[in-house]
């Protein structure tokens, strides 16, 4: 109708078409690329964890082999949790009072002790007990700055006796499987601020947390196998097969799981057709296509799914060099998937008017502090810090090996369970 | 030596210790209310908060979309020029096509720089437009609000006299009651780095004026009252009486205490 | 005997050392009208309010002008405020010796040009076929619309 065009014209800016709130017309969106980095951050955080806590709480041995690379990997990226945060607020100097006068009736504020709580009372204290004997071995065999930042990680307990060893492996244990619903609690509560938001109708949905946790689990334990074999290879030794495989089933379990539960998020929206659902299915068709359909639905989800599905179904047929290799592309098509699924739904979600009558258009920049190049860079920092920790703590140069067996009993040290 | 430190001793001591420590606050806040007592400030004295109860209410059919209120917000309350703390949409539903049974056609809404200056005539011909009408929209003051109930700091709140407010020197500028709001009436102050909104003009309401969109509105679309302390015919009073009203986006469960009469089915 | 293995003795004591430095750290951080009315600070109540009001209100006109208010009330724009055409009138209750800019018919305009979406009961009329090149003045008394000057 000719009236359309005309009434475009008169109201069409460069930042909007059809109607939106006088308020939505900004330059970027309020939530930017540093919202969405955060909740990446904290689902690698949360899925390696889970994947550690299988060698501990349903005892497969066959993963030892990466089980402190995990928890190193959930700390490095725990570390620089926050930093997305601070960068992002209005007043980062106030930052505090989010624990000083916690408002209980807001997600946000149980950030404050949640990250504390996960940071201090699981991570910290598993890693502690796990690598207590080792920390008390290293400071009398090492010099000079290493043996002083082992001995200060000892808390000064030195006593290695075997109940002391028994009660380190039974500890660990018991903080893992409470570290298991706390993980659910620290990526669950992100996905639960986007839920609770039912002004917006591409958020406010029962199903958002439980697809933040699901996608989480799946970003973290990608990211273990895509960092084993990265270290493998800086390494120059053979992955360890059996533990590959396993994880790689892990995987597949927990992409099918979180494929079924998206894909039920959408199924039910076009199916109830609620009230914005013609904004929201042209969001999706036409801003979002690249990301949603192209990035996130077919290369971060489809593609492994059916990959590592061949794998499941065709087992040790596939050479162990092709299966590398699947698994190395898979996991990283999943971590771009992933990241491609906080995009569109934190972006997304501020793409569309609140009057359901209009969508805005936004600009990246690459500088400033919404920008691109803060973002990357905080993706990077982990990476950083992981390197720093596998220095320290994971070394091939150190006496003992990592290999502990609840129970406090070593194993001998076989080459492939090396790292 | 160890005879007289017993592990009764010392975590008698240290039992002691916390206990000290978990008093403070309730220590201080006794300390606060005295000091309360004793401060003087700029605000108007004497003014009780929680013996009054503000309500804007709004004649959708006597707004002539002029834009003056818009106006008169921005310059009572220094609003930066591309946010507003209220605005005025233009609804223009056209014919149905000719035949084809419906009961209307397609709905424009435009609000150019918020109405501040009125609107230019519509492009849609005269003869198409089946009806149109002026809504100003503010904050809606909800009893329920969601933005308050999101806040993880406490720094916007509902006062006792049912005005929604933001505590600009203690926001840390998150931006999650700019998200829950549904009506948009939230934004990002860019000056304070803090969320804003409107205030009600709650520096007015304290001393006994009405807010500066009240008071310049030129054909009484906007009504305004204490429902605590009405006056001698009240028009806020009539207006409830004499209209059948409704709140914007009720089926939310905000609550919003702005009333509306005269709103249509495509207003969102 | 139960004797406390060294590694919880240990961390009990940092737990309890973490404990006590968030209550201080709270004490000391807290805002002391923090939880006055509610979940925020009770001071934020007045440094809102005291903001200095910007438009002077019709009740202010009323106290000087008397004449003028009972007139408006007279007819249609009975609810006027004088500052929605006479703009800003602070500095001239500050110093009445300071007079407002005179009026221009742009503002009559304003609310009164014709447009299908304003309401029928307002007066409207269309700027280029309404008397050209005359002023509004000419033939409407402002404060009292029914009257011809």
């Given at each position: 109708m000719d009236a359309t065009i005309l009434t475009n014209v008169v109201d069409a800016l460069p930042q909007f078409d059809g109607y939106v709130y006088p308020n939505e017309r900004t330059l970027h969106p309020l939530w930017s690329v540093l919202i969405v980095v955060y909740p990446y951050i904290t689902g690698l955080v949360a899925g390696a964890f889970i994947m550690a806590s299988l060698v501990r709480v349903f005892k497969l041995k066959a993963l030892e082999p990466i089980y402190r690379l995990a928890l190193l990997t959930a700390l490095a990226f725990m570390l620089c949790a926050t930093l997305p945060l601070l960068f992002h607020l209005g007043h980062p100097e106030r930052c505090f009072e989010i624990m000083m006068t916690p408002h209980?009736?807001?997600?946000?504020?149980?950030?404050?002790?949640?990250?504390?709580?996960?940071?201090?009372a699981v991570l910290l204290l598993e890693l502690w007990f796990d690598y207590r004997r080792d920390f008390v071995e290293w400071s009398k065999t090492e010099t000079g700055l290493r043996s002083l930042i082992y001995r200060a990680f000892t808390l000064g307990v030195t006593d290695l006796s075997a109940p002391?060893?028994?009660?380190?492996?039974?500890?660990?244990?018991?903080?893992?499987?409470?570290?298991?619903?706390?993980?659910?609690?620290?990526?669950?509560?992100?996905?639960?601020?986007f839920g609770s938001i039912k002004a917006n109708p591409w958020w406010g949905n029962v199903l958002m947390p439980i697809i933040f946790i699901l996608s989480a689990v799946v970003s973290g334990m990608a990211l273990c196998v895509f960092t084993y074999m990265f270290l493998c290879w800086a390494r120059r030794i053979t992955a360890d097969m059996n533990c590959l495989d396993l994880m790689a089933r892990f995987l597949f379990y927990a992409l099918v799981l979180d494929a079924t539960i998206e894909g039920l998020d959408w199924l039910h929206r076009l199916y109830s057709a609620e009230e914005g659902i013609d904004v929201l299915r042209s969001l999706a068709a036409s801003k979002l296509f690249y990301t949603l359909l192209i990035g996130q639905a077919c290369l971060g989800t489809l593609v492994p799914l059916l990959s590592l599905g061949t794998i499941q179904l065709t087992g040790k047929k596939i050479s162990n060099l092709n299966r590398c290799r699947i698994y190395f592309s898979c996991t990283a098509l999943i971590l771009m998937g992933v990241l491609a699924m906080r995009w569109n739904v934190v972006i997304g979600g501020q793409l569309f008017s609140k009057s359901l009558r209009g969508f805005m258009s936004y600009k990246m920049e690459f500088a400033g502090h919404e920008g691109w190049w803060l973002s990357m860079l905080l993706v990077a920092l982990p990476f950083v810090i992981l390197t720093v920790f596998i220095k320290y703590f994971l070394a091939r140069d150190l006496p003992t090996i990592e290999n502990v067996v609840p129970g406090g009993v070593r194993p001998t040290n076989s080459p492939e369970a090396q790292i | 030596m160890s005879e007289n430190i017993t592990r009764r001793g010392v975590l008698r001591n240290l039992a002691g210790i916390v206990g000290g420590i978990l008093a403070m606050p309730a220590g201080r806040t006794c300390k606060a209310a005295v000091q309360h007592g004793l401060a003087t400030s700029s605000a108007p004295k004497g003014y009780d908060p929680t013996k009054h109860k503000w309500l804007m209410a709004l004649d959708v059919d006597r707004c002539i979309g002029c834009?003056?209120?818009v106006e008169a917000c921005k310059a009572e309350n220094s609003v930066p020029?591309?946010?507003?703390?209220?605005?005025?949409?233009?609804?223009?539903?056209?014919?149905?096509?000719?035949?084809?049974?419906?009961?209307?056609?397609?709905?424009?809404?435009?609000?150019?720089?918020?109405?501040?200056?009125?609107?230019?005539?519509?492009?849609?011909?005269?003869?198409?437009?089946?009806?149109?009408f002026f809504v100003p929209k503010l904050c809606n003051q909800c009893e329920n609000s969601p933005c308050s109930q999101v806040c993880p700091v406490g720094a916007t709140f509902e006062s006792p006299d049912g005005v929604v407010l933001v505590d600009k020197n203690y926001c840390i500028g998150c931006g999650f009651c700019i998200q829950a709001c549904p009506y948009g009436c939230r934004f990002f102050n860019t000056t304070t780095n803090t969320a804003d909104k409107c205030t009600m003009c709650y520096h007015r309401i304290t001393r006994g004026l009405r807010p500066a969109c009240v008071e310049i509105c030129p054909s009484q679309a906007r009504i305004f009252g204490d429902m605590k302390n009405p006056i001698a015919d009240d028009p806020l009073q009539k207006f409830i009486e004499n209209n059948k009203t409704q709140g914007l986006?009720?089926?939310?469960?905000?609550?919003?205490r702005v009333r509306y009469a005269g709103l249509d089915e495509e207003v969102r | 005997m139960f004797k406390m293995p060294p590694q919880i003795i240990r961390l009990v004591l940092l737990t309890i050392g973490i404990v006590c430095a968030y209550f201080t750290a709270r004490y000391f951080l807290t805002p002391a009208s923090f939880g006055?009315?509610?979940?925020?600070?009770?001071?934020?109540?007045?440094?809102?309010?005291?903001?200095?009001?910007?438009?002077?209100?019709?009740?202010?006109?009323?106290?000087?002008h008397g004449e003028i208010v009972k007139k408006l009330a007279k007819a249609e724009h009975q609810g006027l405020s004088c500052e929605t055409c006479h703009g800003p009138s602070k500095v001239h209750v500050d110093n009445p010796e300071i007079k407002l800019p005179k009026m221009s018919y742009s503002q009559c305009v304003r609310c009164h040009e014709a447009s299908p979406s304003r309401p029928k009961w307002l007066h409207q009329i269309t700027p280029n076929k309404h008397y050209t090149g005359q002023v509004c003045s000419e033939c409407h008394v402002p404060h009292q619309p029914n009257e011809v000057p």
């Open positions: 209980f009736s807001s997600p946000m504020a149980m950030f404050g002790f949640v990250y504390a709580w996960y940071l201090m002391a060893l028994r009660l380190d492996a039974r500890m660990g244990r018991i903080i893992s499987i409470v570290g298991i619903p706390s993980a659910f609690l620290l990526h669950g509560y992100v996905g639960f601020i | 834009g003056m209120c020029q591309s946010n507003f703390r209220t605005w005025i949409e233009r609804y223009v539903i056209t014919r149905p096509k000719a035949g084809s049974g419906e009961s209307r056609g397609e709905t424009f809404v435009d609000s150019l720089n918020g109405g501040i200056a009125g609107f230019k005539p519509s492009l849609i011909p005269k003869e198409d437009i089946l009806k149109s986006k009720d089926h939310l469960g905000t609550k919003p | 006055q009315y509610g979940h925020y600070r009770g001071n934020a109540l007045q440094e809102i309010a005291s903001r200095e009001p910007y438009w002077a209100g019709r009740k202010t006109c009323d106290t000087c």
